[in-house]
């Protein structure tokens, strides 16, 4: 991670843009350490529901925030496929890292069986009410909020 890190920073990236790399969260303190890049961003690939407590085996916003991290990807299709993760858990965890001034990257998207079955925009759609309901119409909340349209049927593909 250490020498794909180095070499994204080398490149001159414009002062208006952010590149964001989201290694594994054992990997996370040697990719900050390795970043000499202001526009680079080293984003988790998740974040618990809840705040600091006795969470065994979960990284809260509190301590993301603590490593030097303005990132964090949520509702991944492989959390909402593999561990469950639910629309309404996805949003909650958006408002909760949002609330402490993180930018979110909100992953939506389709299965393969959702696309065939011409129901993308219906989950697509579903997936951003949930984020919707949570936030409201805070502007605060709304402007570090970054949407991925992530279609799960071409991932791999």
Not at 27 to 54: C, M, P, R
Not at 61 to 88: A, F, K, N
Not at 107 to 123: F, H, I, Q, S
Request: net charge negative.
């Amino acid at each position: 991670i250490k020498s794909h890190v180095a070499a994204i920073a080398a490149h001159k990236i414009p002062d208006s843009v952010d590149v964001v790399v989201a290694p594994s969260a054992v990997h996370l303190s040697t990719a900050i350490a390795a970043n000499t890049s202001k526009q680079l961003k080293i984003a988790a690939q998740n974040v618990y529901l809840e705040g600091n407590g006795a969470w065994t085996g979960e990284t809260s916003v509190e301590m993301l925030q603590d490593m030097g991290l303005e990132y964090v990807i949520i509702g991944h299709s492989e959390r909402r496929r593999i561990m469950g993760e639910t629309d309404e858990q996805s949003a909650k965890k958006a408002k909760r890292a949002l609330e402490k001034d993180m930018t979110v990257i909100f992953c939506v998207g389709e299965t393969l069986d959702e696309r065939k079955a011409n129901r993308t925009m219906e989950v697509n759609i579903a997936q951003l009410e949930a984020l919707s309901k949570e936030l409201g119409e805070s502007k605060l909340l709304w402007k570090k909020v970054v949407i991925a349209y992530e279609p799960v049927w071409s991932i791999g593909t």
